[in-house]
């Protein structure tokens, strides 16, 4: 069975591909299903890296470890790399409005 994925990268805001192979998800940002513009799926439910890792939550812990990358790695690194961080970051600065939102209702206990 096949899924297809939509990577949301800098120069390529929306490619959609089928399939997932080891690696796929390392430096992108993407999401399950097909979307095209102007049908874009929510911010909140966009994901980085091979372990899916959403990318609210991983500016969460940016925020927690006041930027320091070096400190997210060492307490995120098994299923994070590094390119994935680059990733959200760019994702990030297309959606903060959302994703600042989500992390400080989740601060507030949401």
Known sequence: MTQTFTYFQK???SQVMTG???GHG???AWVRGSYFHPDLPDPLSVRVGDGGTKVWQLMRW???YK???QRVMHAYGTVLKP???DAALVFYGEHQDVIDARIAEELAGG
Do not use: K, L
């Open 67 to 69: 930027q320091d990358r």
């Open 83 to 85: 390119a994935d961080i």
């Open 20 to 22: 997932w192979g080891e």
């Open 11 to 13: 120069d390529e805001p």
């Open 26 to 28: 390392t430096g992108r």
């Open 62 to 64: 940016m925020n927690e």
